[in-house]
């Protein structure tokens, strides 16, 4: 039969694995927005270069404005007071 230290023990590895767990699944949420911000860039700019047409460089910095938009959207408060914020900021 465990004794009482072992049987906590054994609870605090299954907690701090269940932690671990959420932990890198939030990581990954993280990371998407990046990964494709550089799929983006790399296809652009591979683009840009093969057909030789500049507008294709302007593609990454419209969908960062387009990235930024949306996450200032997403804020529950008023979009115009959430724009106000933002640019009080110093």
Do not use: H, W
């Not at 890198?24 to 652009?44: Q, R």
């Not at 500049?54 to 408060?77: D, E, G, K, R, W």
């Amino acid at each position: 039969m465990k004794s009482e230290n072992e049987i906590f023990i054994l609870k605090l590895k299954a907690e701090s694995s269940r932690k671990m767990t959420a932990l890198s699944k939030k990581g990954e949420t993280e990371l998407l927005p990046l990964l494709a911000m550089m799929i983006i860039t790399g296809t652009c700019l591979f683009l840009a270069l093969r057909k030789k047409r500049p507008i294709f460089l302007a593609v990454p910095f419209l969908s960062i404005f387009a990235y930024f938009l949306v996450q200032i959207i997403l804020v529950p408060a008023p979009f115009m007071d959430t724009v106000k914020f933002i640019f009080s900021l110093r």
